[in-house]
């Protein structure tokens, strides 16, 4: 004899099962997407320890006499563990070059006020300039101490050398000059933007005004 009732309970039975399992696939999705994602964070936090680590041995030590042993210590890993997240000195270098900038960016020079006169815009260039190297000093002291010995640190280094190249030119267009008098200027500027220049008259006991006043001097003299 036909049982509705029965026919009924069983096809509810099979949708309660259907929507069991999709639950539970549903739930398992969830947490192999928690545990990909709590693994992704672990590991870009472990990057990020290595990085921090690897700018602290570089301003302490400087490049060329800081180890792998040492930036795995001081992150509390294994040198392997350095060598799987950076598999060579130039990746290393990189990743601690653009970490250490993003928290040190050089002056904005195209967001200063623009002033009146040449002069007066390259003394505001130069100071902002010279403030930033007195603040960082340590870190670029090694940096530029150690470039001829560490391959790796040169082409590191290529983005901030950049920077520099890109403030004379604006710097000299300032000026209008032309000619020989316009190559002169651009030699001297290139050498008073230098870190090595500003940390010289640093060491004469000079402020960072004293220094920018005495630079645009040097400058103004080949007008």
């Not at 970490?99 to 040449?118: I, Q, T, Y």
Request: glycine share 4%; aromatic share 10%.
């Amino acid at each position: 004899m036909y049982n509705e009732n029965s026919t009924l309970n069983k096809n509810a039975c099979q949708v309660f099962d259907i929507q069991l399992c999709l639950l539970k696939m549903e739930s398992k999705m969830k947490k192999r997407k928690y545990t990909k994602t709590k693994r992704a964070e672990q590991q870009a936090q472990m990057r990020e320890n290595i990085v921090e680590a690897t700018v602290a041995c570089h301003e302490e030590l400087g490049p060329a006499k800081t180890s792998i042993k040492a930036i795995a210590d001081r992150a509390g890993v294994q040198r392997v563990t350095v060598y799987r997240y950076f598999p060579d000195d130039h990746s290393l270098f990189q990743a601690c070059t653009s970490h250490w900038l993003s928290l040190n960016p050089p002056p904005d020079v195209a967001g200063l006020k623009k002033k009146e006169s040449a002069d007066e815009q390259t003394f505001a260039v130069l100071l902002a300039l010279y403030k930033y190297y007195r603040h960082t000093e340590s870190m670029w002291t090694g940096a530029y101490r150690d470039i001829e010995e560490v391959a790796a640190l040169k082409n590191a280094m290529k983005g901030f050398e950049s920077y520099i190249e890109d403030v004379r030119n604006s710097l000299l267009g300032q000026w209008k000059f032309k000619g020989i008098r316009k190559k002169r200027l651009s030699i001297t500027l290139r050498h008073c933007l230098r870190f090595n220049t500003w940390q010289s008259l640093k060491n004469e006991k000079l402020n960072d005004k004293q220094i920018t006043e005495l630079v645009l001097n040097w400058i103004k003299s080949e007008m």
